[in-house]
């Protein structure tokens, strides 16, 4: 059973503060790894990917990826009360997907 | 780009309707759809996938016969909920995949509401 773990949280940070999302992921073999914000009563949509082990940076998202460790995070510098929302990672092999169950993430104001 | 459209938003009907729900991909050609159900403060659950020009791979637990899928081209897929129970009302999301690799983009979803 292929799985994809998230905490559920809510995780809670102030604003401006550096918020951390954990992903870790069972299946050695995963070759793609995406982060999705899911505000409530919508669908997801995509923040970033990342391909390669290390960082890869947006704007205020970084995303890094360590495959020895099955481990993605995804960090938000400078975080918004506008990006309270659930989180969701997704990892992949070719077109099959794994969703984790998603972090909900509180900027408190 | 990589624009996916999903009608209708909101569908309200009686027991016993069937509806149906569009997914496009408007600016690219998607080699595979999914469905997705959600419901309230719950996480995405994949019903299907569908391959254009192919059978839908149903999830174990997934009514085929209830939800039936057409992936008539490379840039529609369709569900329809067949003969709809207020049980199915739902949150409803499809997503599109144009290759191996790439991420899968989401339609905005459909809230079905059966009385």
């Known amino acids: 059973q292929k799985e994809v773990e998230q905490n559920s949280g809510p995780l809670s940070v102030p604003e401006g503060a550096i918020a951390s999302l954990n992903c870790t992921y069972s299946?050695?073999?995963?070759?793609?790894f995406f982060w999705y914000r899911q505000y409530s009563g919508k669908s997801p949509e995509l923040i970033m990917f990342?391909?390669?082990?290390g960082d890869k940076e947006d704007g205020r998202f970084t995303a890094q990826l360590n495959k020895a460790s099955q481990y993605v995070s995804l960090l938000i510098r400078d975080s918004q009360p506008s990006d309270s929302a659930t989180y969701l990672c997704a990892v992949s092999l070719g077109q099959n997907f794994v969703f984790g169950p998603g972090t909900r993430l509180s900027v408190l104001p | 780009g990589a624009v996916v459209s999903q009608h209708p938003s909101w569908v309200i009907c009686k027991s016993g309707t069937s509806v149906k729900i569009e997914c496009r991909s408007l600016d690219f050609q998607a080699t595979t759809m999914f469905w997705y159900r959600q419901f309230p403060k719950q996480s995405l659950m994949l019903m299907a996938t569908?391959?254009?020009?192919?059978?839908?791979?149903?999830e174990q637990g997934v009514e085929k016969d209830k939800f039936l899928i057409n992936h008539a081209s490379l840039t529609l897929s369709t569900l329809t909920v067949t003969s709809a129970h207020p049980e199915d009302s739902s949150f409803y999301i499809c997503s599109a995949l144009s290759g191996s690799h790439q991420p899968q983009h989401f339609g905005d979803g459909t809230r079905l509401s059966i009385l």
């Open positions: 990342i391909y390669s082990n």
């Open positions: 299946d050695r073999g995963s070759q793609s």
């Open positions: 569908s391959n254009e020009g192919s059978k839908a791979t149903y």
